[in-house]
């Protein structure tokens, strides 16, 4: 049951895997697992994440400091974080800042943002463009 899947994932966080602790952030962001709705302890297990180098934890802090969700809103800083997953390959990083620069306008910035998830398969990149 949940209470198994979380003892094993903890364990795997107490052994500073990356993945496993982007994991239980989001479980504790969704509340799920059995695990109360909880934002600081995602953004704290998000942010341990970002120092393990996972580009999921990355996006999903841009997130948090793009919208204010949790923080305070640090638009800057949101997108630092998306920056750094997208020059790695984050693709959802990558739409996200294609996004944020049609929004500001830039619209050719934008598309070259969105051409490279869209060469990748990502669906929501080719018909933004």
Avoid at 29 to 35: D, K
Avoid at 36 to 53: C, F, G, K, S
Avoid at 94 to 103: N, Q, S
Wanted: net charge negative; proline share 2%.
């Amino acid at each position: 049951g949940d209470a198994a899947i979380l003892a094993l994932v903890q364990k795997r966080v107490d052994a500073k895997d990356p993945v496993a602790t982007e994991f239980l952030a989001h479980a504790y962001y969704h509340g799920n697992y059995g695990l109360q709705h909880d934002i600081p302890q995602a953004i704290e297990l998000w942010t341990e994440a970002v120092n393990l180098d996972n580009l999921d934890a990355h996006f999903q802090l841009g997130r948090m400091y793009f919208c204010g969700e949790g923080v305070e809103k640090d638009v800057g800083r949101g997108i630092r974080y998306w920056q750094h997953s997208a020059i790695r390959g984050h693709s959802e990083s990558r739409f996200m800042l294609g996004l944020h620069e049609y929004t500001n306008g830039n619209h050719e910035v934008a598309v070259q943002h969105l051409m490279i998830p869209a060469k990748m398969g990502d669906a929501d990149s080719l018909n933004e463009i």
